[in-house]
């Protein structure tokens, strides 16, 4: 059977130092027709670059930046185990997290605690906010490369653990996290996903989770910092905030932190360096309206800077991709 050759993209991508890739697209208000015809070259840019800004799409409400997102991939997933509320416009298509807008989302790879993960992040800017609000991205191989030899090997040789507990009164609930308040189905969700769970008295759930910290990329098998260690740690956490949550909820009680894969606690001095080393590799440029942002998942981490006035930003969470596929240097288990 005949396939139509792909169209090669219709304009060279633009490399400005500290910007990421940049590419001017001219939709003749077909924004869906558009990605349809490229949708090849697109991806295959992203594969190679990490990620790529396109600029200059109609994409001017919801229906059609889902739209757009189903013709760069048919595959979109649904958000599992989330840290904060979104919501959802349609099936595979959300908000950007709830998070505060006075407050820095870290680095962070999406869904980097679960067995299945999206390989693609596409994000649409449907309002963009007065100030501030860019979305960072940073390569996940220049920053393993970057982090001291010593700490790098020591995650790679123990991986990570992420402890969590949900509370109904802060962050994703575990209904919210689990798609349901049936304490049976999130049991069995959790021992089909190697995380041990807890039932607190209070009828909060705690979990922990032993993951990979280093993964290898399913294409080309590079070696990638791959993980939420640094943004889902106590320290990233406003020092007011920490100090706040642990008087309620106590040190065990934190909606979440990150631990060396023996069960070590985390330095302060840590966490510090691993962001520092994310602020030295950062890129990034100011969403405009109508802004498609593709990013590489495993290649790329992405963070979100705080902003002022309205901003709303749609995620597409695309091309799942298994852990087991990406030769983790640990084995999963759970706790």
Not at 25 to 36: I, K, L, M, N
Not at 46 to 75: E, I, K, N
Not at 244 to 270: A, K, Q
Not at 286 to 299: H, K, M, T, V
């Amino acid at each position: 059977m005949h396939r139509p050759t792909p169209s090669p993209l219709p304009d060279d991508i633009s490399l400005v130092p500290g910007c990421p890739p940049l590419l001017s697209a001219a939709d003749g208000g077909d924004p869906e027709g558009w990605a349809a015809e490229y949708r090849g070259a697109l991806r295959a840019a992203v594969t190679a670059r990490g990620c790529v800004l396109v600029r200059g799409l109609a994409l001017t409400d919801p229906a059609a930046m889902a739209a757009v997102f189903r013709q760069l991939s048919p595959a979109l997933m649904a958000d599992r185990e989330p840290f904060a509320p979104r919501r959802r416009y349609a099936d595979g298509v959300y908000s950007s997290s709830k998070w505060p807008p006075n407050q820095q989302m870290c680095m962070h790879h999406e869904m980097s605690y679960a067995l299945e993960f999206p390989g693609m992040l596409m994000f649409a800017c449907l309002e963009a906010p007065a100030t501030g609000g860019a979305t960072g991205v940073a390569d996940a191989g220049a920053v393993l490369d970057a982090l001291p030899a010593e700490l790098t090997e020591r995650f790679e040789k123990e991986g990570w653990y992420l402890a969590r507990t949900y509370h109904d009164d802060i962050g994703a609930s575990y209904a919210e996290a689990f798609g349901t308040d049936d304490q049976a189905a999130v049991a069995r969700y959790c021992r089909a996903h190697a995380i041990d769970f807890d039932w607190q008295p209070d009828g909060s759930l705690r979990t922990r989770q032993h993951r990979s910290a280093v993964v290898h990329h399913p294409v080309d098998g590079r070696r990638l910092w791959f993980n939420q260690i640094a943004f889902l740690s106590e320290w990233t956490m406003e020092p007011e905030v920490r100090e706040y949550l642990t008087d309620v909820y106590g040190p065990e009680g934190l909606p979440f932190t990150t631990r060396f894969g023996n069960g070590d606690p985390i330095g302060e001095d840590v966490i510090r360096t691993i962001n520092e080393v994310y602020d030295a590799h950062t890129v990034r440029e100011p969403w405009r309206s109508g802004d498609l942002l593709l990013i590489d998942n495993l290649r790329s981490a992405h963070s979100r800077e705080p902003f002022d006035g309205p901003r709303e930003v749609l995620a597409g969470l695309a091309d799942p991709v298994r852990l087991a596929d990406c030769a983790p240097t640990v084995e999963v288990r759970a706790a």
